[in-house]
């Protein structure tokens, strides 16, 4: 039987026989402890999946298919319900957060607008080509060498001073970086 059971995970016909053999006791059993349709589905197809993967562990000898395929989706659901309660715990954090007071938005306001011109720098670094964006961050943002750039980039100095002169004309026509206007 094990290795009839193993089949299911290598050959289609074998598991599709498995499949229609077992999928309406796992629909009712499932069916008894989830009332939400959805989810009923969800986790029936996350059984037999789970069924593929495992496939190999099953022993007739310790009993039936059924009860194997049981326990499955017993591990199945209970996974299922860990992740939902880790989902709602972190809901719950999040709701149970101070809400913020005039004072903290005024603050929030000012910073994000403070912040405007870094956000179109970073908006028009990311039109950039990869190869001149890395080399422009590394060198403008984290404060490195052209030649500290091109070894953390693996290329050589005279590419990543290219690169960069390249970037830096690109950037120009940017207000408020490299140097231009606010047109």
């Given amino acids: 039987m094990r290795r009839k059971q193993a089949e299911i995970a290598t050959d289609p016909v074998a598991f599709e ?4 053999r077992h999928v309406d006791e796992i629909t009712r059993f499932l069916a008894r402890r989830v009332d939400d349709p959805h989810m009923v589905a969800d986790l029936v197809a996350e059984v037999f999946v789970a069924v593929l993967d495992s496939a190999h562990t099953y022993r007739a000898g310790l009993g039936s298919e059924i009860a194997w ?3 499955v989706a017993r591990n199945t659901l209970s996974a299922e319900r860990r992740r939902a309660f880790r989902e709602s715990r972190l809901a719950d ?3 149970g957060r101070r809400l913020l ?3 903290d938005l005024v603050r929030l306001e000012e910073r994000i607008d403070a912040e405007s011109h870094a ?3 970073f908006e028009a670094m990311a039109e950039l080509p990869e190869g001149e964006r890395a080399v422009i961050e590394l060198v403008a943002l984290d404060q490195l060498t052209v030649a500290e750039a091109a070894q ?8 990543a001073r290219v690169r960069l002169h390249r970037a830096r004309r690109a950037l120009r026509a940017v207000p408020f970086v490299m140097g231009g206007t606010t047109r």
């Avoid at 026989?17 to 229609?20: G, H, L, P, S, T």
């Avoid at 953390?152 to 590419?159: K, N, P, V």
């Fill in 101 to 103: 007071d005039s004072d």
């Fill in 152 to 159: 953390a980039l693996g290329i050589r100095q005279g590419t």
């Fill in 93 to 95: 954090r999040l709701n």
């Fill in 119 to 121: 956000r179109r720098a």
């Fill in 69 to 71: 395929l049981y326990g």
């Fill in 17 to 20: 026989a498995f499949y229609r």
